[in-house]
């Protein structure tokens, strides 16, 4: 395995291992910048990702301390099953944005496949090919 002979913006040789028979490494590599590009923006459109979970850990949280109360008696059983319903509510909100959230990716994605077969076919568009 040899190491990445690209210069960082540190002014130092990468320490990379090369790869495809070429002396760069994934990084460097100008035949992976698309890939690289398309991670990058994956990464900053799932950042968001993490917040549906705490949301959901809260919605639990507060289901949890429902039940204890009303098992308690501090809370009355319709006024509890009412509240019940609405932080259900709530976990459905959280579940149906998600899965729009997702659609619009793997449209995203779709649309990219698209463009890249058309730019392999040479203009020609997905319909008229068929």
């Known amino acids: 395995m040899s190491q990445c002979t690209a210069i960082t913006q540190g ?15 994934y990084s460097h590599s100008p035949n992976h910048a698309d890939a690289r590009k398309r991670a990058a923006r994956k990464g900053g459109q799932r950042g ?7 949301e959901l850990a809260s919605i639990k949280a507060r289901l949890e301390r429902l039940a204890e109360d009303v098992l308690a008696g501090r809370i009355d059983r319709g006024d509890a099953a009412v509240a019940g319903q609405l932080l259900n509510y709530a ?26 077969l058309e730019r392999q076919r040479g203009g020609t568009t997905y319909e008229s090919a068929g």
């Open 48 to 54: 968001g990702r993490g917040r549906p979970m705490t």
């Open 91 to 116: 976990i459905r909100t959280v579940s149906v944005g998600l899965k729009a959230r997702e659609q619009e990716e793997l449209e995203a994605r779709l649309a990219e496949i698209e463009q890249a």
């Open 11 to 25: 002014g130092e040789r990468c320490k990379g291992v090369a790869i495809d028979a070429s002396s760069l490494c």
